[in-house]
């Protein structure tokens, strides 16, 4: 069973950078799709961004294109979310969550995926 450990977050001023990690972990996950999720107070869940392993797919959410990348490296077995240029609305709880392909940009939903890491927080001051 995949298991999924996200790291990484705290805070930082708006326009600057940060960087998560998500440990993948329990199995194979040649054939999935793993995204980055987030989550603010009172907020519904909202995908920011995945990748298919078997691949180099990418997806985004509109508000995070040209600013966040998402990125496997396989031999460590990591998911990265770098985010750069960061606004106070990027402020939340950033989730990564793996489902069993296929991967595509609308399937990016909190209710496709299964497997989900405990979270981290971002903060983003003004």
């Known amino acids: 069973q995949v298991q999924l450990q996200e790291s990484g977050g705290g805070s930082v001023q708006a326009g600057g950078s940060l960087r998560l990690s998500c440990e993948v972990s329990?199995?194979?996950?040649?054939?999935?799709?793993i995204a980055w999720f987030r989550q603010a107070p009172q907020k519904e869940r909202e995908g920011v961004a995945a990748t298919y392993t078997g691949g180099r797919s990418t997806f985004y959410t509109d508000s995070v294109k040209g600013r966040f990348t998402i990125s496997l490296d396989k031999p460590k077995n990591t998911l990265y979310l770098q985010m750069d240029s960061v606004k106070p609305e990027d402020s939340a709880k950033y989730y990564c969550a793996a489902k069993i392909q296929p991967c595509t940009a609308v399937g990016v939903r909190e209710e496709n995926f299964g497997v989900w890491g405990q979270g981290t927080q971002v903060t983003v001051s003004s």
């Open positions: 329990g199995g194979a996950y040649s054939n999935y799709c």
